[in-house]
């Protein structure tokens, strides 16, 4: 309780920080991690890809 903690603003910074926990790496295996991230990863990419209805209704229509 002595060191502050922040949790990660990002999902990229939050792997980022999941691959580099060793007692969680040997926890639940390299094999898993990796394959865990790889997947948030992709997913990470895809939600910028998509337009949000917010996004077209203020942005698109006002371009």
């Known amino acids: ?4 903690h922040q949790l990660p603003r990002h ?9 580099a926990c ?3 790496v040997e ?3 390299e ?3 990796q ?3 790889a997947i948030k990863d992709v997913e990470y990419r895809e939600y910028f890809e ?5 996004e077209r209704r203020f942005l698109l229509l006002h371009v």
């Open 22 to 24: 060793a007692p969680l």
């Open 1 to 4: 309780y002595e060191q502050p």
């Open 35 to 37: 394959t865990y991230s």
């Open 50 to 54: 998509v337009i949000s209805p917010w």
């Open 31 to 33: 094999h898993f991690i």
């Open 11 to 19: 999902l990229d910074e939050a792997v980022e920080r999941l691959m």
């Open 27 to 29: 926890l639940f295996g």
